[in-house]
Nanobody
Framework: QVQFVESGGGLVQPGGSLRLSCAASGSPLSIYVMGWHRQAPGKQRDLVAEISSDGSPNYSDSVKGRFTISRDNARNMVYLQMNTLKPEDTAVYYC?????????????WGQGTQVTVSS
């Protein structure tokens, strides 16, 4: 079974940048659609960005133009470059991978990494 481990979170000032990394193990990354989700205190977990196995990205409107998702299947890594960070970006960020098998969707999650945007 695949496992995901996030890293790169931390405290950053508004307007700053962070790069999150997600390392996959136990299964080839190439079979998964990969995404980053975030959850702020008291709120639901929302999709931030997603990238298909062939590298096509999609972004939520709230991060479009500021965040960039990328993947390196050879290294089993997924990244989220976050620029021009805002206080409202503060959340726990989760790496997610999913694939279809016999018509059913299977989701796998990392443990999350905290991102705090504050002066």
């Amino acid at each position: 079974q695949v496992q995901f481990v996030e890293s790169g979170g931390g405290l950053v000032q508004p307007g700053g940048s962070l790069r999150l990394s997600c390392a996959a193990s136990g299964s080839p990354l190439s079979i998964y659609v990969m995404g980053w989700h975030r959850q702020a205190p008291g709120k639901q977990r929302d999709l931030v960005a997603e990238i298909s196995s062939d590298g096509s990205p999609n972004y939520s409107d709230s991060v479009k133009g500021r965040f960039t998702i990328s993947r390196d299947n050879a290294r089993n890594m997924v990244y989220l470059q976050m620029n021009t960070l805002k206080p409202e970006d503060t959340a726990v960020y989760y790496c997610n991978g999913w694939h279809l098998r016999k018509g059913s969707r299977y989701d796998y999650w990392g443990q999350g990494t905290q991102v705090t945007v504050s002066s």
